[in-house]
Structure formats: structure tokens, C-alpha cells
């Protein structure tokens, strides 16, 4: 059973659609990270929410952090082809103190022009 | 400087070849990490380095041997690898000294892509 679990695995649409990704634990988090990574490539940290019910908007994506910091999820509006990569979400004081990362599955993105 | 740089990007080796990998940041981060990606599937944890010190090995083979010569620098050597060792190893650091508690930030870099014959 995975500490983090992310939901969908795989999603297809088409450009301009909107989509929303979600990342759930029973476990209470200190923080979490979500992170886009392109095929070849490392993950590139997008943004981290730490407090309770936190929002945070970057450009057409929204990520907020459940009020009991136990998930989170990560919307796009108006999906574009430059979206399309595999977005992870990774949690810290999930397994232990500290900086350690528990990731979630990860969900693969394709948005199709 | 706010990156983490790898070499090589792409390594081949056999499985009797001994190889490095090497990463490095200028961040002044006090926790570095290795871990290994296969395709489709999120990174793996292998080892973390606090404070220059190897504070987790996660049962990672004796074949993979880390080494951290100084708070910048961050390798890792491969000896007599096989072939289901082929993947992407990525490299990140962080601010805090690992297990010291903080908002968990990881810095990766562009990784390597290592395939064993």
C-alpha cells in the first residue's frame, strides 16, 4: 500500500480542457511538493504548500493543501501541449521527521493540440 | 547558482566496467540525495548524504557506493552492475540537513541516464 496515493495514472485530453489531479494520504504531512517532469529529465519543483488550507496559484495551474495537511491537489485550466510530462507529488514527515520524500505514483499528462 | 548539474548525461557500460557519476550544487544545501527512476515510475531513494555524512542507505546493493568528498560534490560509483540496473539516476539536494526538519524541498538535477549491457 502506497503512503501516497495519486490519482489519475494516466489522463489524455485535449487542449484547452481543465484537469485536476489529487494526492491523498491518511497520514498527516509537514509539508508537500509537487513537481513536472519532462521524459529524460529530472523533476522540476513547480510549488510546496506547508500550511492547512493553503492555496497557491502559479500562472494556469492551483495547487492547494487539505485543511488536515492529509492531501492535495493540483488543477490546470486551459490546458496547453507544453503541459504534457508526468506531475509527481512528493510529501516530507510522511515516514519520518525531516526532509525525507515519500512520492506519490505520479500521474502522466497528455495534452493533445 | 541555483541548480544541480549531473555527468554524464547518458552513460553505457558492461557489467564489468567500472563507471562515476557526478553531481553538483552551489547552493550551500546541507543534504544531498541519490535515487534511482525507472520509467513510468516515481523516483526511488537510494542514499542520503547529511551534513557530508551518509545518514540513509536504503538497502541499496554494495555495487552502488556513494561518496561525498566535500558539501558541494556528490558521487556515486558503479562496479559490476546488471543489466535491471539501467535507469535514471537523479541527483538532489536540499537546505536542510536531511533528517533536520524543515519544508522538505528537493532540488533535482537534469540526471543520467545509465544503460548496462
Known amino acids: 500500500t502506497q503512503l501516497l496515493e495519486q490519482s489519475p495514472q494516466f489522463l489524455s485530453i485535449q487542449e484547452g480542457e481543465n484537469l485536476t489531479v489529487y494526492c491523498n494520504s491518511s497520514?498527516?504531512?509537514?509539508?508537500l511538493q509537487w513537481y513536472r517532469q519532462e521524459p529524460g529529465e529530472g523533476p522540476v519543483l513547480l510549488v510546496t504548500?506547508?500550511?492547512?488550507?493553503e492555496v497557491k496559484k502559479l500562472k494556469r495551474l492551483t495547487f492547494q493543501f487539505g485543511d488536515a495537511r492529509k492531501d492535495s491537489s493540483l488543477h490546470i485550466t486551459a490546458a496547453q501541449p507544453g503541459d504534457t510530462g508526468l506531475y509527481l507529488c512528493a510529501a516530507s514527515g510522511v515516514r519520518d521527521a525531516g526532509n525525507m520524500l515519500t512520492f506519490g505514483g505520479g500521474t502522466r499528462l497528455m495534452v493533445k493540440p | 547558482d541555483t541548480e544541480v548539474t549531473q555527468t554524464p548525461k547518458h552513460l553505457v557500460m558492461g557489467m564489468t566496467n567500472k563507471k562515476s557519476l557526478k553531481c553538483e550544487q552551489h547552493m550551500g544545501h546541507r543534504a544531498m540525495y541519490w535515487y534511482k527512476q525507472k520509467a513510468k515510475k516515481p523516483p526511488e531513494l537510494m542514499f542520503v548524504?547529511?551534513?557530508?555524512?551518509?545518514?540513509i542507505n536504503e538497502s541499496v546493493p554494495s555495487r552502488f557506493s556513494p561518496e561525498c568528498p566535500n558539501s558541494s560534490l556528490l558521487n556515486l560509483h558503479l562496479h559490476a552492475l546488471q543489466p535491471e540496473d539501467s535507469a535514471l539516476y537523479l541527483c538532489?539536494?536540499?537546505?536542510?540537513?536531511?533528517?533536520?526538519?524543515?519544508?522538505?524541498?528537493?532540488?533535482f538535477g537534469p540526471g543520467t541516464r545509465l544503460t548496462v549491457l
Open positions: 538532489a539536494s536540499s537546505q536542510g540537513g536531511g533528517l533536520a526538519g524543515g519544508p522538505g524541498e528537493q532540488f
Open positions: 548524504y547529511s551534513y557530508e555524512k551518509l545518514s
Open positions: 504548500v506547508v500550511t492547512g488550507g
Open positions: 497520514s498527516v504531512f509537514s509539508s
